[in-house]
């Protein structure tokens, strides 16, 4: 009896921790050739053949397909430069340069990759829209009620995420450090 | 009360083996991955457009709404497959992936360096098969080979502004994927 007991306890424990662990990794994102600089991450692997079990396993779960390397590389932001999640309802800016690339765009989606809705349906910017200062500099401001300037609605959503995307760019799998690639400064202001 | 730990840690370690077996077999399993959701609409060997993903709409979750997008869903059971894609003025990719979503190859207009992406799509046996001297004269015809016989083709054109998304529409129009014959 006690044996049977013991049995059921540690097989409890397998699908606990086993599942747990899986579900935990396949949702967080894992650190496998993870570049991250400033509050951007981007996985540049899992736009070649040699995308890592983890990634392959999450993009089947969710459906997603992976920007190829040959056309581009994304980086994703949840948090700002401090670490705080990203507030729908709070006032952010991504102020700053990007790496080189052909042209890149920013988008908003919420946590399971669907667009925000808004009144405006704007969802994202490309590079050739956005409004620049005269050294090339630009500020985009992400609030859910209109502003000034380049402003994209969050919807008053409780947790998005950024995506800026960098088309035909030598960013990729050997890059390191925020000299190959400067990302843009993401900061919180104000809640409403 | 060692006992238990034991137990315990016999758990945690068949916990370990557990984690590791779901993520390697999740992919074969999956049910909701971009390869399935797709082939309940989009033809085999042919190119079906996407529509602009919206908030409450969306085919593949994290599209880039600044693109316009074809699907071609190809299967190589009948033979190597062609695929012709003129370039829009903008920006032109095609990416392909395996049947579980692996992106193995991925070009665009630049790196294909004229008016036309031409490519032929065949798997490491059907290439094997190519006449060698075949192969020469068709020099300039780009061969990429499949890992996987079915996958998918995502042609992807650029709209800069959302009042040129219609010319990137169009651009995808002229688009072809098709048997060689």
Redesign the interface.
């Known amino acids: 009896m006690?044996l049977l007991i013991?049995?059921l306890?540690?097989?409890?424990?397998?699908?606990?921790?086993?599942?747990g662990?899986?579900q935990f990794?396949?949702t967080r994102g894992t650190a496998f050739g993870a570049i991250t600089i400033g509050a951007w991450t981007a996985w540049p692997k899992?736009?070649?053949?040699d995308?890592d079990?983890?990634a392959?396993?999450a993009?089947?779960?969710?459906?997603?397909?992976?920007?190829?390397?040959?056309?581009?590389v994304?980086f994703f932001a949840a948090l700002d430069d401090t670490g705080r999640a990203l507030d729908g309802r709070c006032t952010v800016t991504i102020a700053g340069t990007t790496p080189a690339a052909?042209?890149w765009?920013v988008?908003l989606?919420d946590l399971?990759?669907?667009?925000?809705?808004n009144a405006a349906d704007r969802?994202?910017f490309?590079s050739?829209?956005i409004a620049r200062r005269a050294d090339g500099s630009f500020d985009i401001v992400l609030a859910p009620r209109a502003r000034a300037g380049n402003w994209l609605p969050t919807g008053g959503i409780d947790r998005y995420v950024v995506?800026l995307?960098l088309?035909?760019t030598p960013v990729g799998v050997a890059t390191r450090t925020a000299k190959d690639a400067p990302m843009p400064a993401v900061t919180a202001a104000g809640c409403a | 009360m060692i006992?238990?730990l034991l137990?315990?840690l016999?758990?945690?370690?068949?916990?370990?083996?557990?984690?590791l077996?779901?993520?390697?077999l999740?992919?074969r399993t999956?049910t909701?991955?971009?390869y399935?959701?797709l082939s309940a609409t989009a033809p085999a060997n042919g190119i079906m457009a996407l529509p602009a993903?919206?908030?409450?709409d969306?085919v593949?979750?994290?599209m880039?709404?600044?693109f316009a997008t074809a699907v071609c869903r190809y299967d190589l059971a009948t033979g190597p497959l062609k695929l012709r894609v003129p370039v829009s003025q903008a920006?032109t990719?095609v990416?392909?992936?395996t049947r579980?979503?692996?992106?193995?190859?991925?070009?665009?207009d630049?790196?294909a360096g004229r008016r036309i992406i031409e490519l032929d799509l065949m798997t490491t046996e059907q290439r094997g098969e190519v006449p060698e001297d075949e192969e020469v004269t068709a020099a300039d015809r780009l061969i990429v080979e499949s890992?996987t016989p079915t996958g998918?083709i995502?042609i992807?054109t650029?709209?800069?502004?959302p009042g040129l998304m219609p010319m990137a529409r169009r651009a995808l129009a002229a688009a072809q994927c098709g048997s060689q014959s």
Do not use: C
């Open positions: 006690r013991g049995f306890f540690a097989f409890a424990v397998a699908a606990g921790f086993g599942l662990l899986t990794a396949l899992t736009g070649t053949s995308i079990p983890y392959r396993a993009i089947a779960r969710s459906g997603e397909l992976p920007i190829g390397s040959g056309d581009g994304a052909r042209f765009t988008t989606y399971d990759g669907r667009l925000i809705p969802y994202g490309t050739q829209e995506v995307r088309y035909d | 006992r238990w137990w315990l016999g758990g945690l370690l068949l916990g370990g083996i557990v984690h077996a779901t993520v390697l999740l992919p999956a909701q991955d971009a399935t959701r993903p919206t908030p409450d969306a593949l979750p994290f880039d709404p600044a920006y990719s990416s392909f992936y579980s979503g692996i992106a193995f190859y991925a070009i665009n630049r790196a890992p998918l995502l992807r650029f709209g800069p502004e």
